[in-house]
């Protein structure tokens, strides 16, 4: 007789994720949604204090983290950083910045320095942690902090948008070349979410009604938003999923 199917297990007992840009946002929503699924967390910022006040708030919550204090853009002490912490079955590569300006007022220290953390650094840990997963023989899960901007222009966000089209990409190919070792590569695009980093972008009411005009759902994103989509990513049930994104939009880029 044919056995009923289950649902793969959305669990994530046993498992030890990294997540980079911890401390606040994005990436404190991604830490404490799988630490609630079961995972022992590494949480990674560069300010010590932010780090650690994080990685105590989850284990207040009665969930397994600890901080680390690194600049992923430090490349030396990114690898030393990786290699004392591993292994690792799950990255959450979600440090990342962005500074608004007009295509035309684009300097090259600003597309320095964006393009320095959301690209050049989010591939050099990915890497990182890819050797060390490789090492082990485990497979693993490999989530990238995109954004609907990998997708779609944005006004302001030439430089962002060449970033996250740029790790799009990176996912492609790098979910090519790891699949043999059972590594998925994924992104995660998220709409705009309230977090420090867009505190400016939602006080300007004319970039607010822009964001809410293209919000088809007539919300703008909160951290809550994300955090299913991470464990989903990271987990079992998603076992067949890799070189693709997972967009968080509200239906921005639907039309
Ligand atoms: N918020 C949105 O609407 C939105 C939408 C789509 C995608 N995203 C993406 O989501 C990610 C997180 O965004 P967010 O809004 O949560 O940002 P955020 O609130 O500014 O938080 C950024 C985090 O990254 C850390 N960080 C910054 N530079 C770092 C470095 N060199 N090394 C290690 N950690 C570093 C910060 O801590 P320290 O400053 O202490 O290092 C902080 O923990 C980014 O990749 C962003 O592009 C955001």
């Known amino acids: ?47 010590t ?35 004392d912490y591993a292994p690792f079955d799950i990255l959450f590569n979600n440090a990342g910045t962005n500074d608004p300006k007009p295509y035309i007022d684009v300097t090259t220290d600003n597309f ?18 890819a050797k060390s997963m490789i090492e082990v023989g485990n497979g693993g899960s490999i989530i990238h902090t995109s954004s609907q901007m990998g997708h779609v222009g944005g006004i302001e966000r030439s430089v962002y948008c060449g970033t996250k089209f740029g790790i799009e990409g990176v996912t492609k190919a790098s979910a090519i070349e790891l699949a043999q070792y059972q590594i998925r590569v994924n992104t995660l695009c998220p709409t705009f979410i309230r977090t420090p980093m867009t505190e400016s972008t939602f006080n300007n009411p004319e970039k607010r009604a822009w964001i809410e005009e293209k919000i088809k ?9 994300i955090m ?3 464990v989903f990513l990271a987990s079992d049930a998603a076992a067949l999923i890799t070189g693709t994104s997972l967009v968080i939009d509200g239906g921005w880029t639907a039309d």
């Open 217 to 225: 759902l007539g919300r703008v994103g909160e951290v809550e938003d």
């Open 49 to 83: 204090p932010s780090i650690m006040a994080a990685a105590a708030r989850i284990q207040e919550a009665g969930y397994s983290a600890e901080g680390v204090s690194l600049d992923v853009s430090d490349y030396a002490s990114m690898v030393n950083t990786i290699a």
């Open 112 to 129: 320095d320095s964006i393009v320095d953390l959301n690209l050049r650094s989010a591939f050099f840990v990915a890497q990182q942690v």
């Open 1 to 47: 007789m044919n056995q009923l199917p289950r649902t793969p297990s959305f669990r994530l007992t046993g498992k030890r994720a990294l997540v980079t840009g911890a401390s606040r946002g994005i990436g404190l929503g991604g830490a404490m949604a799988l630490a609630e699924a079961g995972a022992h967390v590494v949480m990674a910022a560069r300010s």
């Open 228 to 230: 299913g989509a991470v």
